[in-house]
């Protein structure tokens, strides 16, 4: 299926993560921390928050428990 | 270890801390006793509001001086105290709040407080996450936020803490859990809700609240935005009660209250209330629902019958000091109680007149 | 779809599995909630074969699968508070078990929050939700069997993994190994491991001191027997061993032991009603869970003698359990890896420097921000317990971060 990476489209296999498609979309920066460093996911399992991704809007989303959608819009903070 | 001291304050909250920073800068020798974290009782519960608040004159005159108090050492405040000058937005749902909100206005700049009359649409522009059909708002520019534990230990910097208990306070000082005697020309019960179990037989009362705090979302909300509702929240002395507050934190945060109880003895999160105080920010907010809340607590404010804090020396003994009962106010007027408790024990003249907050012929039954 | 149930068990890792597919047996009506999308928790996450079995006796006996389901909150007695990604509900239970599993334990260390510094278990994770890691170097790191199983499953989907560095000492890793021959299955497992993991360096002794890179990782430098060297990388896979998932009991009012949610016989809690099973009770590994969640599912369906009948399964695999514990226990040179300037708080950027200056995990989170940010303390109040040795304190709702929504 294909999802968009900040504006830029993606395919991955069904059944994957988005935090798959992230890195397919060759994006290791997922979020900036509070103080401005770059951090990409750590657990794979939810409880790290360093994965949180904005889809369809939405924001602070652990991209690693979230299956990826045909159509959807993810954005990154860059 | 019988060392002396001219002030001994039961008591590492804001107000504790205040009034230890005060008599320090007035050249007295100082001991704090806080068993526990500094700033980790209502002081570290509360929203952190500094806000000019017209329940009485009393209460303008103590929140005024206090915020001034504030202004004048904001740029001197370290960061980790987040101090962040965002103003009050008092919303008015309707007619009839428009009115208060003008009366309001009157009051503020007759006393000297910068205030302005947002209409609807001033409104929308201000905060557009509040809900359409507000009639307007009261906007007070120079009302801040900060985060009150940072702020109390900034506050004892330099100054001595023990860390024990205090069991028994007398006119000689204060006697601790272990069993020391820590001696003192003048003490001070600044323990908040707890204040009666040191000092029997005053009027403070337990008054519960929830909050909930989100993780980031900038630019949420700019300003502290308070229901004009709040007002008669914070003014009954009976029933339960929600109104809906919501603030910015230097962070990002949007932090959400308000609740008051009466009888509720319990740290826990009652869900009801919680419930309610959600409904009610929801009803202002309807953006709120998807918002990700972190963590959810509850503190105890110390309440009052007459909602004015009991500062000043007891009847009893004038070197047995009160600084407590500051309700939902702690933190606004944590720096203008410290200023009368060092103005009082040094024996200068206050900047406003303490008498109304002092331990003689409170008027209970008038504050209605 | 149903709110009430006999039983509901929380979490879908092996214990969790078992104990649905038995209460199910017992014909009692029972749900099984998981945060994931599909059931196996950790160790058999999207791996078809040994879920296989499970998932079709699930189904068969017609257990509510409740998927992609976070518990936040416990609003009232038998009633549990679930947030999905599009909503919320509740659902109530006669009796729950708690299977809520274990996370990896990060130790911070200068670099360790850069991009592509993951877990160990982690990268398995990510790997297995499609992460491509295919022709990418990795560097697996840390504590445990762990670490083999990953380097394993990294090898065998063409990954190059550049070594292991395991930090517990040699003799302590041969005894592990030659503890598992007293189970026949343990060894055969152990055997077929190491076969798989012939032309890989195994280093013991051996810990990561610092990562480096600018926006991302590129190296990580190792210390073994005083010598560092740096080996550059595209992943570092590193996990110090695995700490229970506790929020749940402790929010329930579940007294725990020294290593997890305190159990009798029957897996009941200090609660009545309240069962626990698996790696909540403590870090035990696979054949311990699922024997724990077998009984546990038994004793809530109220089928004692059937619990009893795997009383003896049960003590067979704890033996496992403690010699995993003695194995590989962490060494106090990870004390002395983070710098003051290393971050130890990653929601809220707090350098270990700052909360070092407090006395107590309670002051951190006032003063510092510590602890206080969306993982709730998680990654770095586990990580405090092993540098600080504090305790973390009381549990409050929402134990998940939760909307606004769900909590009204």
């Not at chain 3, 999207?46 to 699968?65: L, Y």
């Amino acid at each position: 299926m294909t999802l968009r990476i900040n504006g830029r489209a993606v395919q991955v296999a069904a059944g994957a993560m988005v935090s798959a498609a992230v890195a397919a979309a060759g994006v290791t920066q997922f979020r900036r921390s509070v103080t401005g460093q770059p951090r990409g996911p750590l657990c794979g399992m939810g409880i790290c928050f360093e994965c949180r991704v904005t889809i369809d809007g939405r924001e602070h989303c652990r991209s690693c428990q979230i299956p990826c959608a045909e159509g959807m819009e993810v954005r990154t903070d860059v | 270890m019988g060392e002396s001291f001219d002030v001994a304050i039961a008591g590492g909250g804001i107000v504790g801390a205040a009034c230890a920073e005060a008599c320090a800068a007035a050249g007295l020798k100082v001991v704090v006793v806080e068993p526990s974290v500094i700033g980790g009782g209502a002081t570290a519960a509360g929203m952190g509001h500094i806000v000019v608040m017209d329940d009485s004159p009393a209460q303008i005159a103590l929140t005024k001086l206090s915020r001034d108090l504030w202004i004048e050492r904001k740029d001197a405040l370290p960061a980790e105290v987040e101090y962040l000058a965002c103003g009050t937005l008092w919303v008015a749902a309707d007619d009839e709040e428009m009115a208060e909100v003008r009366r309001m206005q009157a009051v503020y700049t007759r006393i000297g407080v910068r205030a302005e009359v947002l209409d609807a649409h001033a409104l929308a522009q201000a905060e557009p996450h509040l809900r359409p059909g507000l009639a307007g708002a009261l906007l007070v520019p120079d009302d801040s936020v900060l985060y009150p534990p940072c702020a109390a230990r900034h506050m004892l910097r330099g100054i001595e803490v023990r860390r024990q208990a205090a069991v028994e306070i007398t006119g000689a000082g204060i006697k601790l859990r272990d069993g020391t005697f820590v001696s003192a020309g003048i003490t001070v019960n600044a323990t908040g809700a707890c204040a009666p179990e040191l000092t029997p037989g005053i009027e403070v009362r337990r008054r519960k609240g929830h909050l909930v705090i989100t993780d980031r979302y900038p630019g949420f909300v700019s300003h502290v935005l308070v229901e004009l509702g709040y007002l008669k929240s914070a003014h009954s002395t009976t029933s339960d009660s929600v109104a809906f507050n919501a603030q910015p934190r230097r962070t990002g945060q949007v932090l959400l209250g308000s609740s008051r109880q009466f009888g509720s003895d319990t740290t826990a999160i009652e869900p009801q209330i919680l419930s309610r105080m959600l409904r009610r920010a929801e009803e202002y907010m309807p953006g709120i629902g998807q918002l990700s809340a972190i963590r959810t607590w509850t503190g105890f404010r110390a309440a009052t019958p007459d909602k004015l804090p009991l500062i000043g020396p007891s009847p009893a003994d004038s070197r047995m000091y009160l600084a407590t009962g500051h309700e939902g106010l702690g933190i606004t007027t944590s720096l203008a109680t410290g200023r009368l408790v060092a103005d009082l024990i040094a024996g200068r003249t206050p900047p406003i007149p303490p008498g109304p907050y002092g331990l003689i012929d409170r008027n209970y039954d008038a504050a209605h | 779809m149903s709110d009430a149930f006999h039983v509901v068990v929380v979490g879908a890792g092996p214990a969790g599995l078992a104990a649905a597919c038995r209460v199910a047996e017992c014909g009692a009506k029972v749900a099984l909630v998981d945060d994931n999308p599909q059931p196996g928790g950790q160790i058999w996450r999207g791996a078809a074969s040994p879920t296989a079995p499970w998932i079709r006796k699930i189904e068969h006996r017609r257990v509510e699968w409740i998927a992609g389901a976070r518990v936040f909150a416990a609003p009232s007695p038998g009633v549990l508070a679930l947030e999905t990604f599009q909503g919320n509900r509740e659902i109530q239970y006669r009796n729950l078990i708690l299977a809520t599993g274990a996370r990896e334990l990060f130790l911070p260390f200068p670099g360790w929050t850069l991009p592509n510094v993951m877990g160990a278990g982690g990268l398995q994770a990510l790997a297995k939700s499609g992460l491509a890691i295919a022709g990418k170097r990795v560097v697996v790191a840390g504590s445990g069997p762990l670490l083999l199983a990953v380097a394993k499953y990294l090898r065998d989907r063409d990954a190059r993994v550049a070594l292991i560095a395991e930090q517990a000492a040699h003799p302590s890793v041969v005894r592990f190994a030659v503890g598992l021959a007293g189970s026949p299955g343990k060894l055969a497992q152990a055997m077929r491991l190491r076969a798989g993991l012939v032309g890989l360096r195994y280093l013991t002794s051996c810990w990561p001191i610092a990562a480096e890179g600018r926006d991302q990782l590129e190296s990580v430098t190792l210390r073994r027997a005083g010598r560092t060297w740096t080996e550059p990388c595209d992943y570092l896979a590193c996990g110090f061993g695995l700490v229970p998932n506790l929020e749940l009991a402790s929010l329930l009012g579940c007294k725990l032991s020294g290593r997890g949610v305190a159990v009798d016989d029957f897996q009941q809690t200090s609660v009545p009603g309240i069962y626990s099973a698996g790696e909540a009770t403590g870090i035990g590994g696979l054949d311990l869970a699922i024997a724990e969640g077998e009984i546990a599912g038994f004793a809530a369906a109220d089928h004692l003698q059937l619990a009893r009948s795997r009383f003896a399964a049960r003590t067979t695999a704890q033996r496992f359990a403690a010699s995993l514990d003695r194995a590989f226990a962490l060494r106090p040179e990870l004390k002395q890896l983070a710098t003051p300037d290393t971050i130890l708080c990653r929601c809220e950027d707090v350098p270990l420097g700052r909360v070092r200056e407090c006395t107590s995990w309670r002051e951190a989170k006032l003063h510092t921000r510590c602890g206080m940010g969306p993982c709730q303390g998680r990654v770095c109040g586990a990580a405090a317990e092993f540098l600080l040795g504090w305790r973390t304190d009381s549990v409050r709702p929402p134990i998940f971060p939760a909307r606004i929504d769900s909590l009204r």
